[in-house]
């Protein structure tokens, strides 16, 4: 009251100004509470438009992780069933691979007995009959080592035992055998040796299934009249063999396939399916176990295959 009476006795002019500016800042306070409320009740219905879809994406949320879960739930029962199948398959591979061997080599040993036994000159188609024998039992055999060596690497059972030995030797012990095989076939094979002795830390086994699986399988596919060559060499501290043919080679989209277990091209090399697909399989896991590495170059179909592996020659080079 005494700010109004106070008011009242200023001249006009003043007064009036000094009550404009009252009403003022009357306006301004109204405005700005007025504005204010209308703010508050914007954002509270934001909120609440905001917990609303919080709410609707929790709930689709949930119904998705409960999906998720079950799905879950269904690929573990799905891989235990794929671990018991796979194991069933590995035990049924090595006591068939097991089992099979005794009576082979029964088969065998009586189908070599035969032949000793039959008479020479006439007796051709006996002696024809009694030699396929023999050549499907070795070929049966093979198979059988294969399959138990399939079975030890799904069961983890696969051991290397690794020694200090001479390559040299061994590559020549291998050769040896390999040539009988390539002669037969009227394939010329070259090996290209080494200057010097070449002393590597592996299984020796092992590696001499790699070089007569790779060998092997070359005067296989290579036509009467074909040329294989064998090279090996050392290079900062690894090992590195090739084996080169001038078969029929193998198609590029094949090339990486071909390591594969039970992997038979449609675009066979020969033209027939020779073999079971395994035994470029068991290489590669023979080189691996080795920390090596393997793998097969070719222009294409009519042009050749280069095979070639390479392994640490002491164990320093092996990565851990």
């Given at each position: 009251?005494?700010?109004?009476?106070?008011?009242?006795?200023?001249?006009?002019?003043?007064?009036?100004?000094?009550?404009?500016?009252?009403?003022?800042?009357?306006?301004?306070?109204?405005?700005?509470?007025?504005?204010?409320?209308?703010?508050?009740?914007?954002?509270?219905?934001?909120?609440?438009?905001?917990?609303?879809?919080?709410?609707?994406?929790?709930?689709?949320?949930?119904?998705?992780?409960?999906?998720?879960?079950?799905?879950?739930?269904?690929?573990?029962?799905?891989?235990?069933?794929?671990?018991?199948?796979?194991?069933?398959?590995?035990?049924?591979?090595?006591?068939?691979?097991?089992?099979?061997?005794?009576?082979?080599?029964?088969?065998?040993?009586?189908?070599?007995?035969?032949?000793?036994?039959?008479?020479?000159?006439?007796?051709?188609?006996?002696?024809?009959?009694?030699?396929?024998?023999?050549?499907?039992?070795?070929?049966?055999?093979?198979?059988?080592?294969?399959?138990?060596?399939?079975?030890?690497?799904?069961?983890?059972?696969?051991?290397?035992?690794?020694?200090?030995?001479?390559?040299?030797?061994?590559?020549?012990?291998?050769?040896?055998?390999?040539?009988?095989?390539?002669?037969?076939?009227?394939?010329?094979?070259?090996?290209?040796?080494?200057?010097?002795?070449?002393?590597?830390?592996?299984?020796?086994?092992?590696?001499?299934?790699?070089?007569?699986?790779?060998?092997?399988?070359?005067?296989?596919?290579?036509?009467?009249?074909?040329?294989?060559?064998?090279?090996?060499?050392?290079?900062?501290?690894?090992?590195?063999?090739?084996?080169?043919?001038?078969?029929?080679?193998?198609?590029?989209?094949?090339?990486?396939?071909?390591?594969?277990?039970?992997?038979?091209?449609?675009?066979?090399?020969?033209?027939?399916?020779?073999?079971?697909?395994?035994?470029?399989?068991?290489?590669?896991?023979?080189?691996?176990?080795?920390?090596?590495?393997?793998?097969?170059?070719?222009p294409g179909l009519g042009h050749g295959a280069l095979f070639w592996f390479r392994i640490p020659m002491e164990p320093a080079s092996y990565s851990a």
């Amino acid at each position: 009251m005494l700010i109004i009476e106070y008011i009242r006795q200023l001249s006009y002019p003043i007064y009036y100004t000094v009550l404009t500016a009252a009403l003022l800042l009357l306006t301004f306070w109204i405005a700005r509470r007025f504005a204010m409320r209308k703010m508050k009740r914007v954002v509270m219905k934001a909120e609440h438009n905001y917990q609303q879809q919080i709410a609707a994406l929790q709930m689709q949320l949930s119904g998705k992780v409960s999906m998720l879960e079950s799905m879950v739930e269904k690929l573990k029962l799905s891989n235990q069933e794929l671990n018991r199948l796979s194991e069933i398959r590995s035990k049924f591979m090595s006591i068939v691979a097991h089992d099979l061997r005794q009576p082979l080599t029964s088969i065998q040993g009586f189908t070599s007995v035969l032949m000793m036994d039959s008479p020479q000159g006439g007796g051709n188609n006996e002696q024809m009959a009694l030699n396929n024998i023999l050549k499907a039992t070795d070929n049966m055999n093979q198979l059988m080592a294969d399959l138990m060596d399939i079975s030890m690497i799904e069961s983890g059972k696969f051991k290397m035992d690794f020694k200090n030995f001479n390559f040299n030797q061994l590559l020549n012990d291998v050769f040896t055998l390999q040539q009988v095989n390539a002669q037969k076939k009227g394939i010329f094979l070259t090996k290209y040796e080494y200057p010097t002795d070449v002393t590597i830390y592996a299984d020796r086994f092992r590696i001499s299934q790699v070089l007569n699986n790779l060998l092997g399988n070359a005067i296989k596919f290579s036509p009467q009249g074909g040329r294989i060559e064998i090279r090996y060499f050392v290079q900062n501290g690894w090992l590195v063999c090739y084996v080169d043919d001038e078969g029929p080679g193998i198609a590029y989209d094949e090339q990486g396939k071909i390591f594969q277990k039970f992997h038979q091209s449609d675009k066979d090399r020969s033209g027939r399916k020779q073999g079971w697909g395994l035994g470029l399989s068991i290489a590669q896991e023979i080189v691996n176990a080795h920390n090596g590495e393997i793998g097969v170059e070719s222009p294409g179909l009519g042009h050749g295959a280069l095979f070639w592996f390479r392994i640490p020659m002491e164990p320093a080079s092996y990565s851990a």
